[in-house]
Nanobody, 121 residues
Framework: VQLQASGGGLVQAGGSLRLSCVASGHTPVAMGWFRQVPGKEREFVSTITWSGDRIYYADSVLGRFTISEDNAKNAVYLQMNSLKPEDTAYYYC?????????????????WGQGTLVTVSS
């Protein structure tokens, strides 16, 4: 599975951004988003199974971010609203062939390149 992420940018606090990730190759079980601040560990943000029957969010983004998928386009999206400066990070999309432990980074085998999200105060 190859992943191509896009949609990062600079936004003021309170604003919105939408990240996109297009997958090519075989269909994974789930696709998710993780983020990383330089010097810190990569952390889970959100994930969705390809069937759409399971969705998970990190507590820090619950109620502000929405993950969705478009099977016809082999794409997953992350709508980010009410952005805060602490959301600033490189965001990575990832895919897994396992249906288990979907919030754990170790389960994800395929990774896209990071896209930078910067939220100014």
């Amino acid at each position: 599975v190859q992943l191509q992420a896009s949609g990062g940018g600079l936004v003021q606090a309170g604003g919105s951004l939408r990240l996109s990730c297009v997958a090519s190759g075989h269909t994974p079980v789930a696709m998710g988003w993780f983020r990383q601040v330089p010097g810190k560990e990569r952390e889970f943000v959100s994930t969705i199974t390809w069937s759409g029957d399971r969705i998970y969010y990190a507590d820090s983004v619950l109620g502000r971010f929405t993950i969705s998928e478009d099977n016809a386009k082999n794409a997953v999206y992350l709508q980010m609203n009410s952005l805060k400066p602490e959301d600033t990070a490189y965001y990575y999309c990832a895919a897994t062939e396992s249906p288990y432990n979907l919030t754990q980074i170790r389960m994800y085998k395929y990774w896209g390149q990071g896209t930078l999200v910067t939220v100014s105060s």
